[in-house]
């Protein structure tokens, strides 16, 4: 099978980035969410990379408009697969929304369609019989900035058909991503394997009172060189995402549970992380940017 049209099903930060970069790889893609409110901030935010594809990419206008012209967007899940032959699932990281939806888009896809879930701690052996094609279902994870941070996980469960994994190592590829080919299912791949408990320690030191959420950035960025601390990486990948991927934790992980109630109170508070201007600092001009952020 060659992979020419591509839907991707939710538009938050990462579903619309993941979007783009296929689009701007020379891919068909569609852009599915579940209201023409969202479909339309999806395509703001997808417009709204120019800048960042032209400082960090150098990619002409010319290139940005040619993948702009390769998408199309649709808040209807019927029309957005009709043609798939790939779906990559962005959808909120619960694992009840997984369920319901993919026994839905398995109804509306074509029965060829390879389906891939961008989840970023839950196997796809959890909803590998709700696909109705558990051999041509996989997990491919990316990281936040998919144009600079270029990795894309690779991880399929017991039942995925070994060349439709080949396959999906070949469309990483072809979108510019290099592809992190993990031999067996594992929560969290290896990225938020090795993320996750760095961000709930560095929470719990925030709110233990030890430090505030700057300090503790400060020191992991002048101590390490990174380019922001755990709560910059926090406020990309999302105060929801965070949040759904700690309440996942509670069952191991129990005195997690006064984090999972500080991001519930950022959520309801509308403090989203970048995406909506707001998290643990204030957007588009982080602190941690700011030069003076690590000097002496």
């Known amino acids: 099978m060659t992979i020419k049209k591509v839907t991707v099903a939710g538009s938050g930060v990462l579903g619309s980035q993941i979007a783009f970069q296929s689009a701007f790889k020379g891919f068909d893609v569609t852009v599915y969410d579940i209201n023409q409110e969202a479909v339309d901030k999806a395509e703001a935010r997808i417009k709204g990379l120019r800048h960042a594809y032209r400082h960090d990419i150098a990619a002409t206008d010319e290139d940005f408009d040619a993948g702009i012209s390769r998408l199309s967007f ?3 899940l019927a029309d957005a697969v009709k043609d798939a032959d790939l779906v990559i699932e962005a959808i909120p990281e619960n694992p009840d929304i ?3 939806f993919y026994k839905k888009l398995s109804t509306l896809a074509p029965k060829e369609a390879i389906f891939t879930s961008n989840s970023s701690t839950l196997v796809p052996s959890m909803f590998a019989a709700d696909t109705g094609r558990p051999k041509q279902f996989l997990n491919m994870h990316f990281s936040n900035q998919v144009w600079l941070n270029n990795t894309a996980e690779i991880m399929g469960s017991p039942e995925t ?3 439709i994994y080949k396959e ?13 080919q993990l031999k067996k299912e594992q929560p969290g791949y290896i990225l938020n394997s090795l993320l996750m408990p760095l961000n709930a320690a560095a929470g719990m030191l925030w709110l233990k009172g030890i430090a505030d959420p700057e300090m503790i950035d400060r020191t992991w960025m002048v101590a390490t060189g990174a380019p922001w601390g755990p709560f910059g990486i926090t406020d990309a990948v999302g105060i929801r995402t965070s949040y759904n991927i700690t309440l996942e934790a509670l069952d191991v992980h129990p005195e997690l549970k006064p984090l999972a109630d500080a991001f ?6 509308g403090k989203l992380g970048i995406e909506s201007g707001e998290g643990f600092y204030k957007y588009p001009n982080p602190a941690y940017k700011d030069k003076k952020f690590t000097e002496v």
């Not at 519930?264 to 508070?269: A, G, H, P, T, V």
């Open 74 to 76: 649709t808040d209807d």
């Open 98 to 100: 997984k369920h319901d």
């Open 161 to 163: 058909d070994p060349d």
């Open 168 to 180: 999906i190592v070949q469309y990483a590829r072809d979108i510019g991503m290099v592809p992190i």
């Open 264 to 269: 519930k109170k950022m959520l309801d508070e």
